[in-house]
């Protein structure tokens, strides 16, 4: 450990534990705050300053805590209420890909297609009925995404 550590420790009175608990409090606040303004537009750095960190500090620590970058958790949030909206049937792609804080309808539409296995036009068409009748709950459990590193991680195999 070098001094410069030692002092500041003793300087603040923080344990290495201590700081690790506080911040993973803080990583908490955030991933919070994406399940709440998902739809609103964030980034990386807003998120950042809201917990008074560097975007780059921010995005490894989120990453390490969580198994994935704010972006691709923010996505994600994104997606899943954009498959509820979609099997709705009632909105277009475009207003649902507006609905759910996406400002690119390429970029949500690559994105949905990397996370569903379809784009959403497809999905759309097919699943509008696919959860009628079934408890919204269940509904938000079987349809949920999953993210292309689970779904190879399973080791199943089709034969």
């Not at 908490?28 to 980034?43: G, K, M, T």
């Not at 009632?90 to 994105?111: I, P, Y």
């Not at 079987?142 to 199943?156: D, F, L, S």
Request: glycine share 8%; aromatic share 6%; with cysteine.
């Amino acid at each position: 450990m070098s001094a410069g550590h030692g002092t500041i420790r003793q300087v603040s009175g923080e344990t290495d534990r201590e700081r690790q608990l506080r911040d993973l409090a803080l990583l908490r606040r955030v991933r919070d705050r994406i399940d709440r303004e998902y739809a609103q537009p964030l980034d990386v750095e807003a998120l950042a300053r809201g917990a008074n960190m560097s975007a780059g500090h921010l995005s490894r620590r989120f990453k390490r805590a969580y198994g994935e970058s704010p972006y691709s958790y923010l996505m994600t949030r994104r997606i899943e209420r954009a498959m509820a909206l979609l099997r709705r049937g009632d909105m277009s792609v475009t207003e649902v890909c507006f609905a759910v804080g996406c400002s690119s309808l390429g970029t949500f539409s690559t994105r949905f297609t990397e996370l569903v296995g379809v784009p959403p036009s497809t999905y759309r068409r097919e699943e509008s009925r696919a959860t009628e009748g079934m408890p919204a709950c269940v509904a938000k459990q079987v349809t949920r995404p999953v993210r292309n590193r689970e779904a190879r991680g399973t080791g199943a195999k089709l034969v």
